[in-house]
Nanobody, 124 residues
Framework: QVQLVESGGGLVQAGGSLRLSCAAS????????MAWFRQAPGQEREFVAR????????TYADSIKGRFTISRDNAKNTVFLQMNSLKPEDTATYYC?????????????????WGQGTQVTVSS
């Protein structure tokens, strides 16, 4: 079993930055693929970014490519999402996810473990 706890959300003006953290416990995060998803009110959960287990290969959604960076510190069992040049349309609850499947990584159903979410609000 893996527990994921997100932090770092908040209110920021458009153009600003936030850094989200996801702390994993119960199992070494280095054995898992880690990802970030987001969900705005009335919308489906949307893939944001994923990072591989050991070589830190990252994949991003087109909507955030070039603005967000996912990274991990396996020694601290923590994954980060650095979000720059934030836009009002980035407003959502951001969720950390973890799983062992290498394929279909944009699908929420691929992941076995989820955090409780952290709210990000970008004002215009």
């Amino acid at each position: 079993q893996v527990q994921l706890v997100e932090s770092g959300g908040g209110l920021v003006q458009a153009g600003g930055s936030l850094r989200l953290s996801c702390a994993a416990s119960g199992r070494s995060a280095s054995t898992l693929y880690m990802a970030w998803f987001r969900q705005a009110p009335g919308q489906e959960r949307e893939f944001v970014a994923r990072i591989s287990r050991s070589d830190s290969f990252a994949t991003y959604a087109d909507s955030i490519k070039g603005r967000f960076t996912i990274s991990r510190d396996n020694a601290k069992n923590t994954v980060f999402l650095q979000m720059n040049s934030l836009k009002p349309e980035d407003t959502a609850t951001y969720y950390c996810a973890a799983g062992s499947q290498p394929l279909y990584y944009t699908l929420a159903s691929t992941y076995d473990y989820w955090g409780q979410g952290t709210q990000v609000t970008v004002s215009s």
